[in-house]
């Protein structure tokens, strides 16, 4: 083959090749071809109406809670049309403190184990999958007592006049102990004997979960720290 017709077969060859541009190239629109503008058909009755929002199960519909408290001393509450879009984790709280006679400051509630804030609605901490019947823990701080719902109010005995004794005024004897002067001596457990108590140690460990928000952590902590006190006590 000759070098002509070499060149012809290969021009040929490369001819049905689309052609490569580079990356700069630009081209003039106004070679474009002529083309009809697409438009979009018209809806036949306007534009549809927008479908109307589901109504929430919280909002039409109520649910029973129950708050158990940690320690089985203190009575379990349960409380039936709580709307949880509208009742807050202060409101329970009320609501405890009202029916045990235990001030609103020592309850802390509790959302599986975990502290909640007051603030905070019902709705926004068990969400939409709670369910119908939830449980809220209580722990009562700084060992306050609780009343049960069927407990009456103890009257309060009459005030009496204070003795010279008790005003500190009786005769001082020159021979008497100098440490019972001014008053009966306190009474009630102190020191050691109160650490002993089961009190104590049930108190420390709300404590400590209030601190570190873990419930088998705690009980671990308060465990090591009462051992180690048996031992050096």
């Known amino acids: ?49 927008r479908p109307a929002p589901k109504a929430s199960q919280d909002a039409s519909s109520t649910i029973s809670i129950t708050l158990k408290p940690m320690k089985p001393s203190t009575p379990t509450l349960p409380l039936s049309a709580i709307d949880a879009s509208k009742t807050s984790v202060y409101d329970l709280k009320s609501q405890y403190a009202t029916a045990t006679s235990i001030p609103a400051a020592k309850i802390k509630i509790l959302y599986k184990k ?9 709705s926004e901490i068990i969400g939409a999958d709670a369910g119908a019947d939830v449980e809220f823990g209580v722990m009562v701080m700084g060992g306050a007592a609780a009343a049960t719902p069927s407990e009456s109010p103890v009257a309060s005995p009459a005030a009496a006049a204070p003795s010279e ?9 020159p021979g008497a102990d100098t440490a019972a002067v001014g008053g009966a001596a306190a009474v009630g457990p102190s020191g050691k004997e109160v650490v002993a108590t089961d009190e104590f140690w049930g108190d420390l460990n709300n404590f400590v979960l209030q601190r570190i928000k873990d419930e088998h952590e705690g009980e671990r902590l308060v465990g090591v720290f009462r051992k180690a006190w048996e031992s050096d006590r």
């Open 114 to 122: 975990k502290p909640v804030t007051d603030s905070k609605l019902v």
């Open 1 to 49: 083959m000759s070098e002509l017709a070499f060149c012809k077969t290969f021009l040929g060859a490369i001819d049905s090749r689309p052609v490569k541009l580079s990356s700069d190239y630009v081209s003039d629109p106004r070679t474009y071809p002529a083309t009809g503008v697409p438009i979009l058909p018209r809806l036949p009755q306007g534009h549809p109406q």
């Open 165 to 173: 004794s008790d005003k500190g005024l009786a005769a001082v004897d």
